[in-house]
T-cell receptor, first 114, second 113 residues
Framework: EPEVTQTPSHQVTQMGQEVILRCVPI?????FYWYRQILGQKVEFLVS????????KSEIFDDQFSVERPDGSNFTLKIRSTKLEDSAMYFC????????????FGAGSRLTVL | AQSVTQLGSHVSVSEGALVLLRCNYS??????LFWYVQYPNQGLQLLLK??????LVKGINGFEAEFKKSETSFHLTKPSAHMSDAAEYFC???????????FGKGTKLSVKP
């Protein structure tokens, strides 16, 4: 069963530091997503990415966040200067084509900002 | 705009008892509806989905859900709970075939022996 792989599984960082979360989507998938889940809250959409550009982003996805697919396999989420409120579980997801409507999620990366 | 409300952040049932997890949605267009399950330290796994057609959909592990447009509901049920069903369950909606998933807050299911 193909799966979405995320690294690291857990990262602890100091406030103000840059963090990069990595994801390897399923190889024949074309659309990529980041979601986050603050402890005890709902899973929230951050950004979607297709054809090497952002296709949609939420209000949460401000200038501190960026995404890229640097090498055709990894899909990364960068937080430039982390804040305490960025502490959350970050999920990567991918989908083969837009109408397929079933996202495959990774296991998540837990980010703790101190 | 789409939204999802899951009633009850925590549901506890005895092994063998009926599982009922409630989900209500709002959507300005015909929705696609999903239930995802999250086991401890794992990602979100699709349980079942409703897109079009039959309103009663069956998923993995004996779960099913019924889309009721008149009640704007998509409740998840399983006739007999098993210890391995203990997990967090998320209802989600997307507007039609495209668009991004909007999740509910999740319901944590505990199963007592």
């Amino acid at each position: 069963e193909p799966e979405v792989t995320q690294t690291p599984s857990h990262q602890v960082t100091q406030m103000g530091q840059e963090v990069i979360l990595r994801c390897v989507p399923i190889s024949n998938h074309l659309y990529f997503y980041w979601y986050r889940q603050i402890l005890g809250q709902k899973v929230e959409f951050l950004v979607s990415f297709y054809n090497n550009e952002i296709s949609e982003k939420s209000e949460i996805f401000d200038d501190q966040f960026s995404v890229e697919r640097p090498d055709g396999s990894n899909f990364t989420l960068k937080i430039r200067s982390t804040k305490l409120e960025d502490s959350a579980m970050y999920f990567c997801a991918s989908i083969q084509w837009a109408g397929a409507n079933v996202l495959t999620f990774g296991a998540g990366s837990r980010l703790t900002v101190l | 705009a789409q939204s999802v409300t899951q009633l009850g952040s925590h549901v506890s049932v005895s092994e063998g008892a009926l599982v009922l997890l409630r989900c209500n949605y709002s959507s300005s267009v015909p929705p696609y509806l999903f239930w995802y399950v999250q086991y401890p330290n794992q990602g979100l796994q699709l349980l079942l989905k409703y897109t079009t057609g039959a309103t009663l959909v069956k998923g993995i592990n004996g779960f099913e859900a019924e889309f009721k447009k008149s009640e704007t509901s998509f409740h998840l049920t399983k006739p007999s709970a098993h210890m391995s069903d203990a997990a967090e369950y998320f209802c989600a909606v997307t507007p039609g075939s495209q668009g991004n998933l909007i999740f509910g807050k999740g319901t944590k299911l505990s199963v007592k022996p």
